[in-house]
């Protein structure tokens, strides 16, 4: 079985070779040098490390198109394409090999089965391609944007495809072998053209496989100087994706020696941010997922991805060259990239993050312009500059006294550690719960909850300082740092072992950024202490004649998307007798956010609908009679959100602290 062609070319082709050939690879790896040269701009980024971790993860959102897949449609359309081009390229090159230089001649089996893998796939293609768009320009998705490029690639792609079968139909009619059977849409296709006449055909084919060579290669060029070059960037930025925690921000490097922070132009990003800004694909994922841009703020971060990416191309160069000049002040991000507006809407949720099939990082880049407009420009919301100066003087967000921090517990019977320090677990209160009236009920709770079980806590009383978190990623690092630096000191002073906190901000802060600093303790939320306590028979919910009747759960984002704690809160409501558990319409890794993270807490919300009264409606949307949480920032924005509705009274907000010790027969 060998294959047939038509061999209709000779040497006078060979300038028409080079063009085909040598000018579109010549434009590829020029416009991939480029590429290159811009992302080398940014700052340095060590991201060679946990070499095993990375392939797997390549091998997984890669090959395997893990977060593509969550959306089934888009997911089938886009595998359809990306594995069939990937075949398709191979069998194209293999072709334009053996034509034009006589290399890598296929014959016997694997032509035939060769054969059958490009009809298959290539017929898959243009389902997917068809299906692309459909999605694109009939059922046009808000956060899916049309520009002309896409329509481009679009057709460029189905060009390629319906004129590679047409070269092969063309052949199969004049040569008619009877292998070509497996090549099965060519075989299907071929008798439409058997009326021509042999010449006709043969003419016909000569000029259809200029045409699909032509297409092949132009398409090839056209890969760096289109959103097709995340063929290449995508892969690379999976394959470089963090390998911090998911909770830990990338620090400030040297900080006490630092001249210069967070990221006034797009070369004071790293690399890989860079990297990230090449690799995106408009997808709109990110856009779809994000609270802000669904409360109609003006932060999109698919918004924020293409606008730097157009910075750097536009003044990356010049910026480079500027040197002691400093850059011009277009090329500043802010404004000319990022309105304020935008900056400060992000609540840090990290469902952007969530969702990118890429793995691109959107939040470092968001909180490290936000870092250079706190601590360079002074320029943030008015509302930060009382929050920072109470964290400064009194290391709480309200302003109160530092000696306060510990009254709420004097009637329970906790000790400090300056009293006693040896204890089952530091319980760092955090400031919610240490001064909101609403989360010291929570504490309370906790501690009841702890002592029944036979747990002893201690706290540190007013030697507790802010964990650091809002402070942090509201872009005052150095803030955040001195505060976080003090709590290492005194749990150290202490031989603090094992912490427990209610706060999911205060949690993770703790676990995830404290250990770079020197800070390495085993930190547990509550309510994987509670679900262990329960496990272990510690604790014993009763009816008690009580029924908390129908509940949903609210996942906190700093708790689920930063640390995919999920089943534990579950777990304790599911143990309590008389509930009825039930899931909001965004659960999980889609929760959709309460508005308080990032420091916005402690702004205004004055554009837009409200984040918080948006989650608390879709939550309400469930009929439930209580809505519980594991969080006091979540707990207080549901809680105004009630208050603005005038609603106050028609469902409960508890925390799963308040509901077990309910459970117990002693509420």
Not at 449 to 459: E, M, N, S
């Amino acid at each position: 079985m060998e294959p047939t062609r038509i061999i209709y070319w000779n040497i006078p082709y060979h300038n028409l070779v080079y063009i085909l050939v040598i000018i579109p690879i010549a434009l590829f790896i020029w416009g991939f040098i480029r590429i290159f040269r811009l992302i080398a701009l940014g700052k340095p980024d060590n991201r060679l490390d946990h070499l095993g971790s990375r392939l797997k993860d390549k091998l997984l959102y890669v090959l395997g198109q893990w977060r593509v897949f969550k959306s089934p449609l888009i997911g089938i359309a886009h595998g359809m394409v990306f594995f069939g081009f990937l075949v398709l390229l191979v069998g194209t090159m293999l072709e334009a090999l053996h034509v034009l230089f006589h290399l890598f001649e296929i014959k016997g089996w694997f032509y035939l089965i060769l054969s059958f893998l490009l009809d298959i796939l290539g017929f898959a293609v243009l389902v997917g391609i068809i299906i692309a768009a459909v999605r694109r320009y009939i059922l046009r998705p808000k956060y899916l944007d049309r520009m002309w490029e896409d329509g481009v690639i679009l057709s460029l792609i189905a060009l390629v495809v319906i004129t590679g079968f047409i070269v092969e139909a063309l052949r199969i009619a004049v040569l008619k072998p009877p292998f070509e059977v497996w090549s099965t849409v060519g075989w299907t296709i071929a008798p439409i053209f058997e009326g021509l006449g042999k010449s006709s055909i043969l003419t016909l084919h000569q000029i259809m496989w200029w045409v699909h060579m032509a297409l092949s290669f132009a398409f090839i060029a056209y890969i760096p100087f289109s959103k097709l070059r995340h063929i290449f960037t995508s892969p690379a930025s999976v394959f470089f994706r963090s390998s911090l925690p998911k909770g830990e921000l990338p620090p400030t490097e040297d900080l006490e020696q630092a001249e210069t922070f967070g990221a006034a132009t797009v070369n004071q990003l790293t690399w890989k941010d860079l990297l990230d800004l090449e690799a995106c694909t408009r997808c709109g994922r990110c856009e779809d997922a994000c609270p802000a841009h669904a409360s109609e703020k003006p932060l999109s971060p698919k918004n924020i991805i293409i606008d730097l990416r157009d910075n750097l191309h536009r003044w990356g160069a010049k910026i480079a060259k500027a040197g002691d000049e400093g850059p011009p002040d277009d090329a500043l991000i802010i404004p000319t990239s990022i309105e304020p507006e935008e900056l400060w809407a992000c609540t840090t949720c990290r469902a952007c993050m969530e969702q990118c099939p890429i793995l691109i990082e959107h939040l470092p880049k968001i909180v490290e312009v936000r870092r250079e407009q706190v601590l360079m420009q002074s320029a943030f919301p008015k509302e930060l500059q009382l929050t920072f100066k109470n964290m400064e003087t009194n290391s709480n967000p309200w302003g109160l006294g530092w000696a306060e921090r510990g009254k709420w517990a004097e009637e329970l019977g906790v000790k400090t550690l300056a009293e006693d320090a040896d204890v089952d677990y530091l319980f760092y209160v955090g400031c919610m719960g240490s001064f909101d009236e609403r989360a010291k009920r929570v504490a309370c709770d906790f501690v009841r909850l702890c002592q029944r079980a036979g747990i002893k806590l201690g706290i540190l009383g007013g030697e507790e300082k802010c964990c650091g978190d809002n402070a942090r990623r509201a872009g005052n690092e150095y803030l955040s740092y001195m505060l976080m630096l003090e709590n290492i000191e005194t749990f150290n002073a202490y031989d603090v072992r094992r912490i427990v906190t209610i706060c999911p901000h205060g949690y993770n802060t703790i676990k995830n950024e404290y250990p770079r600093f020197g800070g390495r303790y085993a930190v547990f939320h509550h309510s994987e202490l509670l679900a262990d306590l329960l496990l272990d028979g510690k604790l014993t919910p009763c009816n008690n004649g009580g029924k908390p009747g129908r509940v949903i759960y609210h996942d906190s984002c700093y708790l689920g998307r930063y640390n995919d704690i999920y089943a534990e809160p579950r777990k304790i409501l599911e143990a309590i007798p008389g509930v009825v558990l039930d899931e909001a319409l965004q659960h999980h890794r889609k929760s959709f956010c309460c508005g308080g993270g990032g420091g916005r807490m402690w702004l205004e919300e004055e554009i837009g609908k409200r984040i918080n009264e948006m989650r608390m409606e879709e939550l309400m949307g469930k009929d439930p009679q209580t809505v519980v949480t594991a969080c006091g920032f979540c707990m207080t924005m549901f809680e105004d959100a009630l208050k603005a509705k005038d609603m106050v009274g028609q469902v409960a907000v508890k925390d799963i602290a308040e509901l077990l010790w309910e459970a117990q027969g002693e509420g």
